[in-house]
């Protein structure tokens, strides 16, 4: 299975027929580390979603996608540790400014019930 590892592949395409949004999803499955290795490759592979979706090869390879907002959905089985969090919640403000939002969605119980998926001021991970 792809993960973030793998920074010049996207992970899965989707749309979103409640937002309108399309969704570029990124998996991550590894144990959360906080190491630097990992914080690199979750950063190159941020930096491939974000150019396919704002430097037009999305529109090219998918042309009926041209126009419409552009969601990045970070899934993961565990909620990510503090630094790789603070690293997520500056993406999060940076992306937002090119009007790109970021999600990340936790598929495991550590969240509570009506919390899988985890936004911009989302609690689940904080004490």
């Known amino acids: 299975m792809p993960g973030i590892e793998d920074t010049g592949v996207l992970d899965a395409i989707a749309h979103d027929p409640k937002t309108d ?22 950063q190159e592979k941020l930096n491939t979603y974000l150019s396919f979706a704002l430097d037009g090869e ?5 042309p009926q996608m041209a126009g419409k907002k552009v969601r990045i959905q970070l899934d ?11 690293f997520l919640q500056g993406v999060y403000d940076q992306i937002a400014l090119q009007e790109v939002r970021f999600e990340l969605h936790v598929t495991d119980d550590d969240c509570p019930p009506g919390e899988g998926s985890c936004g ?8």
Do not use: N, Y
Request: net charge negative.
């Open 21 to 42: 949004e399309i969704v570029l999803i990124m998996q991550e499955q590894r144990e959360w580390s906080g190491g630097d290795e990992q914080l690199f490759q979750l």
């Open 58 to 62: 999305m529109a090219e390879a998918f």
């Open 76 to 86: 993961t089985p565990k909620i990510p540790d503090e630094r790789t969090l603070d």
């Open 120 to 127: 911009h001021g989302c609690g689940c991970h904080h004490g």
